[in-house]
């Protein structure tokens, strides 16, 4: 029995007290507070079972939820969760051992039409049937995470593009059936707002799908290519001419990529009034234009000057350690490559290792 007092500090009051039956009784907004303050997605859980209550204010206001900590029996759980949580917007199903079915993500589908982010992320049993299924149920969804599902083909994921064309962050990593030229071809006609992708170790991706992201989505600010094996040049450039809101840019293990995507990087930079050498100062605002990262890594057929060039166009790039944006690992003949910043430090030390000639 919970009571909100004695009849004696109720006398005191001035008029009876409302009495709370049990913890079923206490309001939604409380419930929700108290929620939002002590509790946990697994506390979320266990409280959505307690009564029809609870079940019924957690459905109206929980809208994130993260199963990530449930070691076993995720699917089964997800199954009985979907349809007491239809206002739904975030959604965390990552898993350390794969779990999931297609079953789950077709539950899904079925309940949570409002949902925005999605993680499935290392879903390995998940098939066809789970693109098909959030196509379907989830046509508001911008955020997307499916890497390491490498069961998924391009016909399910171009279906997907079709349907859910506000997307604008997809992570493919891994997706070697799913991410294909032809499958890009659709997210660059469906997805124009897309900013960030993913097509790390996606080796079938050549230069015609690239150069289509290019064309069709100009909003790109985040593009990860590494281990894309087959890219050459053309790539590059048409990122250069065609993404002018770029940031970040993988290219890790890309071996065909020469000085000439380089320099075409360096020419594509929007030229700022100030000086490259007065942006050092101002690295961490917003306003700055261009790429702040940039992986290399392994691209052995690049050289200094060509490097140089990109890093002096673009200040946000660096090579000192406290801020280390551009990547060159591997690179033996890149060593002498230096960001403003460090040009600026191997200078002043200049100065200090010179002789004093004051008398």
Same mark, same amino acid.
């Given at each position: 029995?919970?009571s909100?007092?004695?009849?004696?500090?109720?006398?005191?009051?001035?008029?009876?007290?409302? !009495?709370?039956?049990?913890?079923?009784? %206490?309001?939604?907004?409380?419930?929700?507070?108290?929620?939002?303050?002590?509790g946990?997605?697994?506390?979320?859980?266990?409280? =959505?079972?307690?009564? $029809?209550?609870?079940?019924d204010?957690?459905?109206?206001?929980?809208?994130? %939820?993260?199963?990530?900590?449930?070691?076993q029996?995720?699917?089964?759980?997800?199954?009985?969760?979907?349809?007491?949580?239809?206002?739904?917007?975030?959604? $965390?199903?990552?898993?350390?051992?794969?779990?999931?079915?297609?079953?789950?993500?077709?539950?899904?589908?079925?309940?949570?039409?409002?949902?925005?982010?999605?993680?499935?992320?290392?879903?390995? +049993?998940? $098939?066809? +049937?789970?693109l098909? @299924?959030l196509? &379907?149920?989830?046509?508001?969804?911008t955020r997307?995470?499916?890497?390491?599902?490498?069961?998924?083909?391009? =016909?399910?994921?171009?279906?997907? =593009?079709?349907?859910?064309?506000?997307?604008?962050?997809?992570?493919?990593?891994?997706? #070697?059936?799913?991410? !294909?030229?032809?499958?890009?071809?659709?997210?660059? +006609?469906?997805c #124009? &707002?897309?900013?960030?992708?993913?097509?790390?170790?996606?080796?079938?991706?050549?230069d015609?799908?690239?150069?289509?992201l290019?064309?069709?989505?100009?909003?790109l600010?985040? %593009?990860?290519?590494?281990?894309? #094996?087959?890219? !050459?040049?053309?790539?590059?450039?048409?990122?250069?001419s065609?993404?002018?809101? %770029?940031?970040?840019?993988?290219?890790?293990?890309?071996?065909?990529?020469?000085?000439?995507?380089?320099? =075409?990087l360096?020419?594509?930079?929007?030229?700022?009034?100030?000086?490259?050498?007065?942006?050092?100062? !101002?690295s961490?605002?917003?306003?700055? #234009?261009?790429?702040?990262?940039?992986n290399?890594?392994?691209?052995?057929?690049?050289?200094?000057?060509?490097?140089?060039?990109?890093?002096?166009?673009?200040?946000?790039?660096?090579t000192?350690?406290?801020?280390?944006?551009?990547?060159?690992?591997?690179?033996?003949?890149?060593?002498?490559?230096?960001? @403003?910043?460090?040009? &600026? +430090?191997l200078?002043?030390?200049?100065?200090?290792?010179?002789?004093?000639?004051?008398?």
């Open positions: 029995m919970v909100t007092g004695s009849g004696r500090e109720q006398a005191e009051i001035g008029g009876a007290m409302p !009495t709370l039956s049990g913890w079923k009784d %206490l309001p939604m907004e409380l419930l929700m507070r108290i929620i939002s303050v002590a946990d997605d697994q506390m979320i859980v266990v409280a =959505s079972g307690v009564c $029809t209550g609870w079940r204010a957690l459905g109206w206001g929980v809208t994130n %939820l993260s199963l990530s900590w449930c070691q029996n995720m699917n089964s759980l997800m199954i009985s969760l979907a349809h007491k949580f239809t206002k739904l917007q975030v959604l $965390t199903l990552r898993q350390i051992k794969p779990q999931l079915e297609d079953s789950a993500v077709e539950a899904v589908s079925n309940y949570c039409y409002d949902l925005r982010e999605l993680d499935l992320s290392r879903s390995f +049993r998940l $098939t066809d +049937r789970s098909y @299924a196509a &379907q149920g989830c046509p508001r969804l997307l995470n499916i890497s390491g599902c490498s069961s998924f083909s391009d =016909s399910a994921l171009i279906y997907l =593009s079709c349907h859910c064309q506000n997307l604008k962050c997809l992570n493919l990593c891994g997706c #070697v059936k799913a991410a !294909t030229d032809g499958a890009l071809q659709a997210i660059a +006609r469906n #124009v &707002q897309l900013q960030s992708l993913n097509l790390g170790w996606c080796e079938d991706i050549t015609e799908g690239v150069t289509s290019a064309s069709g989505c100009p909003d600010r985040a %593009l990860d290519l590494c281990g894309c #094996v087959l890219i !050459t040049d053309e790539s590059v450039v048409a990122l250069a065609g993404c002018r809101h %770029l940031r970040s840019l993988g290219l890790y293990y890309c071996q065909n990529i020469t000085d000439r995507a380089m320099y =075409s360096a020419n594509s930079c929007v030229k700022r009034k100030p000086g490259k050498w007065d942006s050092v100062r !101002t961490s605002s917003k306003d700055i #234009v261009g790429l702040a990262n940039l290399i890594s392994q691209c052995t057929a690049l050289t200094p000057p060509a490097v140089q060039a990109v890093c002096d166009s673009f200040p946000s790039l660096h000192c350690p406290e801020r280390h944006s551009l990547i060159i690992s591997g690179c033996l003949s890149l060593t002498s490559v230096h960001c @403003a910043c460090g040009i &600026q +430090r200078r002043s030390a200049g100065r200090a290792l010179q002789p004093n000639h004051a008398y």
